[in-house]
């Protein structure tokens, strides 16, 4: 939602929510955190949690929160389990998104985890531009394995290793999930990635082999980063990556009837 032009009602968000929360996936990413002044979508996250129904749903909430003030807003909502927060490998990125630089960004992933454990609260890490970058910065799989590294210092438990402008290659996907979840075995690793629909099966397939369990979507590949690039790409598409995960034999436990009803409700909401 956050890179549409148009102010989507509070109410008309919560419907949305609310439909997700009965279909049965794991967490919903449900709103952000974040200056009004820099994402205007989402000033309005404490208003729709208030309207979200969470007493017949066992999927967890994430909040997207991008420096301390946000995560100490966070906090104070019981019903919130994840606190996600945007580490880039790439400075450039970094300012552009949090504006702040990396070692600072650090600092606070630092603050938050200690709010956090203090708070009962889980933070997730996204390493953006986990895959490459389109601003000449530094890439390799030792510098994602160097922020992990930090990372794991600082008992992070959930890291998503984040394509923000689709460049993954299925071999890169394999390796980097491969070597991370060998070397950090008490770290849950996920795959946030942004994707053409027609490349979303081999994706999802790359980061199985690798390992990886934890998977990111939105229905009908709707969004993107609008602090990436000016031309978006899409995250990867709910329905395809689950259809690509059942026909690998994975039982999702999903509410079939109820993600048809969620599908139909984003066409309302995005289109």
Known sequence: MQGLPDFIDTAIKAAYINQLLEVGFHTIDFGSFVSPKAIPQMRDTAEVLEMLDLHNSKSKLLAIVANLRGAEDAVQF???DYLG????????????????SISK????????????QTRGKEQAVYLSMGFGNPYGDPFSPELVAEF???????????????????????????????????????????????SRKED??????????????R??????GFGGCPM???????????????????QEGHELGLNKLELGEAIKLSNSVFY
């Open 105 to 116: 960004a650090l600092e606070i992933v630092e603050s938050i985890q200690n709010l956090c």
């Open 228 to 246: 990436a690039k000016d031309e978006l790409l899409g995250n990867m598409a709910t329905e395809v990556m689950i259809e690509a995960l059942e």
């Open 85 to 100: 927060f945007p580490l880039s490998l790439s400075e450039t990125f970094q300012q552009r998104n949090t504006n702040a």
């Open 200 to 213: 979303i099966r081999e994706k999802v397939l790359a980061g199985l082999k690798g390992g990886c369990r």
């Open 148 to 194: 992990v590294q930090k990372l794991d210092e600082l008992e992070i438990k959930t890291i998503s290793l984040s394509d923000t402008i689709g460049v993954a290659t299925p071999s890169l996907i394999t390796e980097l999930f491969e070597v991370q979840i060998a070397s950090f075995p008490d770290i849950t690793f996920g795959a946030h990635l942004h």
């Open 215 to 220: 998977f990111d979507g939105a229905l009908m």
């Open 78 to 80: 019981s019903e919130i």
